[in-house]
């Protein structure tokens, strides 16, 4: 056990994880909790499918789906390392689909009324999500309801692979659709991600899953970590669950008959991979360590440094320049940088924290964070849709704060 943690209270950490369980709210929980290189806790209850009775696997497979971001980001900027791109580059340089984008100023969404924007859409803006592009399942406005009556909020649930798009054809529908507002002047929690994922295809030539393979996920040896469950690794898998008014757990997706079981068509670099908590464990132990994992080094410090400090103008939070609508963070006292939320006031987020740390979760409930002061790593994961449901989250961060001596 490390100094740094009282074992005891600690402990509190894995009585969470049983209550969550216990009490019907989650099918499972698996946390890991690392400081300064050391696992100080690792803890797994429950069931991989309630249905059956099958036990969690100690190296269970997890649908992460927004904690795909982190890993499309770091991809994108292994490419700016290379000097392919520069972050003030338009992103018409490299899909030239978005070379006139259009701003939602009024109408329906079957006759909407657009006006050209009046600043660039940059590369920046699809990293930040200041892009103006959105997500349907916000609900929040017209824009969204375009993007579901277009299909464009379906995917990353997994069609059957024949009514799956593809990513270049995901991107290019994107690109016809209008903005929710000037890029640069807001932020909204959205499918820009994913058009880093074909950014990432189109400037190395390379398509994102063999990229991703090539360039992150086998150097760090994170041998489970795909976009589809392998038949060697079937047994392994998770059913996934929601909150619905007939149960509190409903199964949403089986282990035994999930679409997860074979490659979609459309590689969603904003959602679609599976991990396991050893797996990602390996990528933030590698945030941690600067960039750098076993003498591998997988993006530049410097780099890592800019991607995980606050980018929004003048230092401001979400709550001041996010849109109302969903995303996987509390937006009161955090920033944003390049693919991961930066928190800037731990006072103003009402948690336990430090300034700096740096975090990403998935739709599905799990979560990790990096905080380079403390020196310390967390990583959750679960299978409960959806993530605002329940407050895990901010729950697990003070008990794992609260044992630091």
Known sequence: MSTGFDGKRLNRVAELCDRYVSD????????????RGEIVLRHTVGKADIETGR?????????IYSMTKPLTSIALMQLYEQGRFLLEDTVDKFLPEFSDPQVLIGGSYLNPVLRPAQTPLTMR??????????????FSNNLDKMYRNSNLGSIAMRLKSDEQPDLEATVTQLAEMPLLFDPGTSWNYSMS??????????ISGIPLDDYITGNITSPLEMIDTAFHVSDENIERFTSNYAFTKENPLTRIDNWESSHYLTKPIFLSGGGGLVSTINDYQRFVSMLINAGELEGKRIIGRKTLEFMTSNHLPNQTTLNDFGQSTFSETAMEGMGFGLGFSVLQDPIANAALGSQGQFAWGGAASTRFWVDPKEELTCVFMTQFMPSSFYPIRRELKAVVYQALR
Do not use: W
């Open 55 to 63: 036990a969690l696997h100690e190296n269970a497979i997890f649908r």
């Open 193 to 202: 991600t994913d058009v880093c994922g074909r950014l990432v295809e189109v």
């Open 24 to 35: 019907s709210k989650f099918p499972c929980a698996q946390v890991q909790i690392s400081h």
């Open 125 to 138: 803006d699809m990293l930040m999500h200041t892009s103006g592009l959105t997500y349907a399942f916000h």
